[in-house]
Nanobody
Framework: QVQLVESGGGLVQTGGSLRLSCVASGRIISLNAMRWERQAPGKQRELVATITSAGSTHYADSVKGRFTISRDNAKNTVYLQMNSLKPEDTGVYYC??????????????WGQGTQVTVSS
C-alpha cells in the first residue's frame, strides 16, 4: 500500500506564491515519474507539470515561467513552487506518482488533493 499526502495549499492574493509538497510513503521500491494536476470548479482536470526520476521536467503552457516542479528522491517528495499566481490558478491540486512497489510491478497513486485559491 502506498499513500501520497499533499500539503501547502491555501488562500493567496494575485501575484503571491505558494509551495506545494507531496510525500509518498508505504511499500515503495522506487518512484518513477511524478506530476501535479489541478481541477478548477466546473472544469476538467488538467496536467500542470511532470518530473521524471532523472529530473527532466515538463510544464503546461499556462504555468511556464511561473511554476517550478522539483523532487527530493531521498525523501520521496515532489514539490511545486508556484509564483506570480493568478485567479485562474485556483483549483484543487493533485499529486500523482508512478511507483515501483515490487520487483516487476508498478502502479499509479494519487493524493487526496490540496485546495489553492487565488483572490483577485
Amino acid at each position: 500500500q502506498v499513500q501520497l499526502v499533499e500539503s501547502g495549499g491555501g488562500l493567496v492574493q494575485t501575484g503571491g506564491s505558494l509551495r506545494l509538497s507531496c510525500v509518498a510513503s508505504g511499500r515503495i521500491i522506487s518512484l518513477n515519474a511524478m506530476r501535479w494536476e489541478r481541477q478548477a470548479p466546473g472544469k476538467q482536470r488538467e496536467l500542470v507539470a511532470t518530473i521524471t526520476s532523472a529530473g527532466s521536467t515538463h510544464y503546461a503552457d499556462s504555468v511556464k515561467g511561473r511554476f517550478t516542479i522539483s523532487r527530493d528522491n531521498a525523501k520521496n517528495t515532489v514539490y511545486l513552487q508556484m509564483n506570480s499566481l493568478k485567479p485562474e490558478d485556483t483549483g484543487v491540486y493533485y499529486c500523482n506518482a508512478n511507483v515501483r512497489y515490487s520487483f516487476s510491478s508498478y502502479a499509479d497513486y494519487w493524493g487526496q488533493g490540496t485546495q489553492v485559491t487565488v483572490s483577485s
